[in-house]
Nanobody
């Protein structure tokens, strides 16, 4: 019954920006940590950023610090990832993640391609 739906991916030139969104349903969104992961072809899925229930704590991968910002709007059951100064190495499928007490939930992913 839990569903996470990502949006906002696409093709962008190096140096450009994208804003990803993930809307959750079927679960108490505001009570759970949310995160963004990404997976490039042939590579393992890696954490990009995460944010706690009340935005008290955020975590970023070293590779995106200073460029990406994670945020959430609990009233809209949505988590965002603002991605600025995108680089070709950011190209990947980006997945939304919800960390519940007893399970992890994933969206189906949205493709971000950074290329000129």
């Amino acid at each position: 019954q839990v569903a996470l739906v990502e949006s906002g991916g696409g093709l962008v030139q190096p140096g450009g920006s994208l804003r990803l969104a993930c809307a959750a349903s079927g679960i108490g969104f505001s009570a759970n940590t949310m995160g963004w992961y990404r997976q490039a072809p042939g590579k393992e899925r890696e954490l990009v950023a995460s944010i706690s229930t009340r935005t008290t704590f955020t975590v970023y991968a070293d590779s995106v610090k200073g460029r990406f910002t994670i945020s959430r709007n609990n009233a809209k059951n949505t988590v965002y990832l603002q991605m600025n100064n995108l680089k070709p190495e950011d190209t990947a499928v980006y997945y939304c993640n919800l960390e519940a007490s007893t399970a992890l939930y994933w969206g189906e992913g949205t493709l971000v391609t950074v290329s000129s």
